[in-house]
């Protein structure tokens, strides 16, 4: 088990180092830089722009740029003046400066990044809650009405665009008046209690979860019910049947337990699409996470941000995968990674 | 052996019914021009936000109800009917001129309006363009771009697939790493990071194959490693070992034994990822990156329905291009699960 999560996390070195250099190269191949709108200002002369350029580094070839931001990048500087041993050490990343929020882009995706994993995690577990119970009962009541009605709504499920059903939604939240129509937080959280805080969050969280949700819902119903049909028919069903034990243990304590194994994979391949959507349905429902914060990033040329947001979809990918993983060797014990 | 595949297909109920439903979809494209009454950028400012016009008969003949504007509640212009008043409809008859895919010069159309009054099937958008001509047209981009980018996918993907199976090593270890990196980054991240290195400005057939590009540069990883992976178990089989003792070349023994093998499933492969095709780009258009004005696709209409004045109001039928994506996908995925079926009923390669 170590050594698998040593592997993971060794392996995400150089994929991140891969990942930078190509999203430097796209970046740099893009027409005009964060400078550029500014030519179109009358009372900007071209001095000062060319100075700004100089001053950014924005004059030298993309792979210069780039190494100088991987020297920026490593979260570990050294400060000799400071007042105590250890403030002299510094572990902030410094991802660099956003041209378009003129803040330091390290805290733009503090800010951002919890929005996004919350909302992936709880449009998860969401898409699990629905789908597991569904799954089952249509694998247990296999051919019956309900199988089949099942069925139907996991390919409309499956089949519906995130970024139509948060249109939905939003216009939903606009006719009814029931929901905040985007955001993470209201006007007056600053002044709530600590409940009245949760309540807030989860009031804005809601919406743009059960759209997120369902696209999860119909890919993990239909490999819980295939699952959970393999394992009905095999030979150890037979024989807790034949010791006598009730048909809800075996099928709960049994079947159900050896069902959710491939599930647990799944789960890990499903966070990339789950992030993928969490992107448009960030953007379509202004809810200010990390797929916003690239989509804004990249219509203002801000190449830091765009960077830093894309190498931190490429962590959280990693992470949930390797999750995956450990959950799965939790749950089965036979299986062993070495 | 396709034949027998599409065989079965026609015998399958479910099989049977998305051929249908893609069938009319892909003649839709095809003679959007002659179904439909007005082009893609025919806009008429008078009437903006109409709902869809209502049809009444007289003299025996079909006629467009009048409308006009008056002030209704909160400010807000709302559209009235005139009663009795309208233009009629003609059947078959001339009207603007166009070239049926894109050769025969025709201005033969379905039904064209004789008179001032315009008909919205459903309704009019912010400028007064007509959703239904709109709907039809925005089909040709939609439903191509799905089998152009999935039919470059499959090429590089059996290319590599196969050349990595084939000869492993360095070649098979490379190929495989780069698949990883590709499947490292979420999609539509990798998506947005490759259109963001290209400039704004773009015709809109450059924009069309700019999109294809990427979609398909994204789509190749998926197949190439299934194909690798089959490649690999038909590589030590008696017929490829003989084929190589008999001297044949490395590029024949792929192109004659192992792609027959590996043909129904890179079809199946095919017509499950088409979907992911139709979607990106349909999210490309919706946040303003992919197809743009004067051009039209599904997706760019649902992005321009992103409007206030559609919430509030409630003008259900901007929402029709959504619909016609649901139902789209919906028979690619079924089609795609009928042919897995037929070809793989164990599920050993093709899992969703």
């Excluded at chain 1, 059960?210 to 030979?235: K, P, S, T």
């Excluded at chain 2, 990071?193 to 190749?220: C, H, K, N, Y």
Aim: hydrophobic share 50%.
């Amino acid at each position: 088990m170590k050594t698998l999560i040593a592997k993971r996390l060794l392996i995400l070195i150089p994929m991140l180092l891969a990942v930078s250099l190509m999203v430097s190269l796209l970046m740099s191949l893009a027409p005009g830089d964060p400078v550029t709108q500014f030519e179109m200002m009358p009372d900007v002369d071209e001095d000062y722009l060319q100075r700004l350029r100089e001053d950014f580094g924005l004059d030298k070839p993309w792979y210069v740029q780039y190494f100088h931001w991987l020297g920026q990048v490593v979260p570990f500087s050294y400060d000799p003046q400071a007042a105590s041993f250890f403030q002299r050490f510094d572990f902030t990343p410094n991802f660099g400066f956003s041209y378009h929020y003129r803040t330091e882009v390290w805290d733009l995706i503090v800010q951002r990044l919890p929005a996004t994993i919350l909302l992936s995690l709880t449009s998860l577990l969401l898409a699990w809650l629905i789908a597991i119970p569904l799954g089952v009962l249509a694998a247990i009541y296999k051919d019956s009405v309900f199988d089949r009605i099942s069925q139907m709504l996991a390919y409309a499920a499956l089949s519906i665009p995130e970024f139509f059903l948060a249109l939905l939604a939003l216009v939903f939240a606009a006719w009814t008046g029931w929901f905040p129509i985007g955001g993470f937080t209201s006007t007056e959280y600053d002044f709530l209690s600590p409940w009245g805080k949760f309540l807030d969050i989860a009031h804005h969280l809601l919406l743009p979860t059960i759209v997120l949700g369902i696209g999860g819902v119909a890919g993990i119903m239909r490999i819980m019910r295939a699952n959970f049909l393999d394992n009905i028919r095999a030979e150890y069903v037979t024989t807790a049947r034949a010791k006598g034990l009730s048909e809800g243990v075996v099928m709960f304590r049994h079947v159900f337990r050896n069902a959710i194994n491939p599930l647990i994979t799944a789960a890990g391949f499903a966070f990339s699409s789950i992030l993928s959507g969490a992107l448009l349905v960030e953007i379509v429902m202004n809810y200010p996470g990390i797929g916003q914060l690239v989509y804004d990033a990249l219509l203002q040329q801000d190449a830091f941000v765009v960077q830093a947001a894309v190498l931190m979809s490429v962590i959280m990918l990693m992470l949930g995968n390797l999750l995956a993983d450990v959950a799965l060797s939790m749950n089965d014990p036979r299986i062993r990674y070495d | 052996m396709t034949d027998g595949i599409f065989r079965q297909l026609l015998r399958r109920p479910a099989g049977l019914t998305v051929l249908v439903v893609l069938g009319l979809f892909y003649l839709i494209a095809v003679f959007a021009d002659f179904l439909a009454p007005y082009s893609v950028t025919d806009q008429d400012l008078r009437s903006t936000f109409h709902p869809p016009t209502a049809l009444f008969i007289e003299d025996g003949r079909l006629h467009v109800q009048r409308y006009e504007m008056h002030d209704g509640e909160n400010d807000n212009a709302g559209y009235r009917k005139v009663p009795g008043e309208g233009s009629p409809i003609s059947f078959f008859a001339e009207g603007r001129d166009y070239r049926l895919l894109g050769l025969v010069p025709m201005n033969r159309h379905l039904f064209v309006v004789e008179g001032p009054d315009r008909l919205y099937l459903m309704g009019s958008d912010q400028v007064g363009r007509d959703i239904y001509s709109r709907l039809l047209h925005g089909t040709r981009i939609s439903l191509s771009i799905g089998l152009i980018g999935i039919a470059i996918s499959m090429c590089i993907g059996f290319i590599v697939g196969g050349l990595a199976g084939y000869f492993g090593g360095v070649l098979d270890n490379t190929a495989m790493r780069v698949t990883e990196f590709l499947m490292a980054i979420p999609g539509l991240y990798l998506l947005l990071a490759l259109r963001g290195a290209f400039a704004e400005d773009f015709t809109p057939t450059q924009m069309f194959f700019l999109i294809v590009f990427i979609l398909s540069f994204i789509g190749w990883s998926g197949t190439a490693r299934i194909i690798r992976g089959m490649t690999l178990s038909l590589r030590n089989r008696q017929f490829v070992l003989a084929a190589e003792v008999m001297g044949q070349s490395s590029w024949k023994i792929l192109w004659i034994h192992v792609l027959p093998n590996v043909f129904s499933y890179l079809i199946v492969a095919a017509t499950i990822s088409i979907p992911g095709y139709i979607l990106g780009e349909a999210a490309l258009s919706f946040l303003g990156l992919g197809i743009q004005d004067p051009s039209v696709s599904w997706g760019l209409m649902l992005s321009q329905a992103q409007n206030p004045q559609v919430f509030m109001e409630g003008y259900w039928w901007f929402l029709v291009p959504g619909l016609a994506i649901f139902v789209t996908v919906i028979s690619f995925n079924v089609l795609g699960d009928v042919l897995r079926d037929i070809v793989d009923p164990k599920q050993k390669f093709l899992r969703t």
